[in-house]
């Protein structure tokens, strides 16, 4: 540790999510030294919000939160994003769940550990995630068990390919590509059936009732009032 230690020219930021503040704290120290921006949350809720303001590469999760607790702070992540995740866990209860919950977590790490083991992991971690995110998978999760491959043109919920029209994936993808922004009809005619498109705006209303039906409750795909709606 020290002045001499290298560090990446851009600061990967980091979410720690940890109520036992001495622990997040050690977590915190190793992951700046190693060059990284850390955040460090004491709740679920805490660390979700720091999550949709900051964008971060990675998130550390203790599984024993207060309020909402590990897992379903994973869940409630991973219905809007497949950033990875690494559990703490206390006991070896916990790792059977993780385990068998198959809610995408990474890897996990068992209290105690070393924080020079826990750095380990977040960068193999990183370095796995990117050439896969980069050449060999087009996919984005949108929702609960939702993705949209746009290379394959291929949506599926559940594990099973859902056929959609073809203006039915153009607004998906749309949208896929614009989470957690709101867009009104008119923007949506726009991108999605061209600038010369005479249709009205029932026009965008009918594909989104497509799509909820075709994609079920998992879909995150919200009506904001007086505008239009929002992935996400
Ligand atoms: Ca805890």
């Known amino acids: 540790m020290g002045a001499m230690t290298p560090r990446a020219p851009v600061e990967q ?8 503040g001495h622990i997040a704290d050690l977590v915190g120290l190793y992951l700046r030294e190693a ?12 660390g979700l919000e720091l999550f949709e303001q900051h964008h971060p590469v ?9 309020g909402i607790d590990g897992f379903e702070v994973v869940r409630r992540i ?8 690494l559990f703490l866990t206390a006991r070896d209860g916990e790792i059977d769940r993780v385990l068998g919950l198959e809610l995408g977590a990474d890897d996990y790490v068992t209290k105690p550990f070393s924080p020079r083991e826990l ?11 990117q050439p896969v995110a980069n050449a060999a998978s087009t996919t984005i999760l949108i929702g609960e068990g939702i993705t949209i491959d746009t290379a394959r043109r291929e949506a599926r919920a559940a594990d099973s390919a859902v056929a959609l029209a073809t203006k039915e994936f153009d607004l998906l993808a ?4 614009n989470m957690g922004i709101a867009l009104t009809r008119q923007q949506l005619l726009d991108a999605v059936w061209g600038l010369d498109f005479f249709g009205d705006d029932r026009t965008v209303d009918v594909h989104v009732r497509q799509l909820r ?7 995150p795909l919200a009506t904001v009032w007086g505008i239009g709606y929002r992935l996400g």
């Open 119 to 129: 750095v380990a992991r977040v960068k193999a971690i990183l370095r796995r995630g």
């Open 13 to 20: 930021t980091i979410v720690v999510i940890e109520d036992d």
């Open 58 to 66: 990675l998130a550390i999760v203790d599984v024993g939160l207060p």
């Open 213 to 219: 039906k075709k994609l079920g409750d998992g879909l």
């Open 35 to 46: 060059g990284f921006r850390v955040l460090q949350a004491p709740s679920g809720e805490r």
């Open 174 to 177: 749309h949208f896929a590509n």
């Open 78 to 85: 991973r219905q809007r994003s497949a950033t990875p995740v």
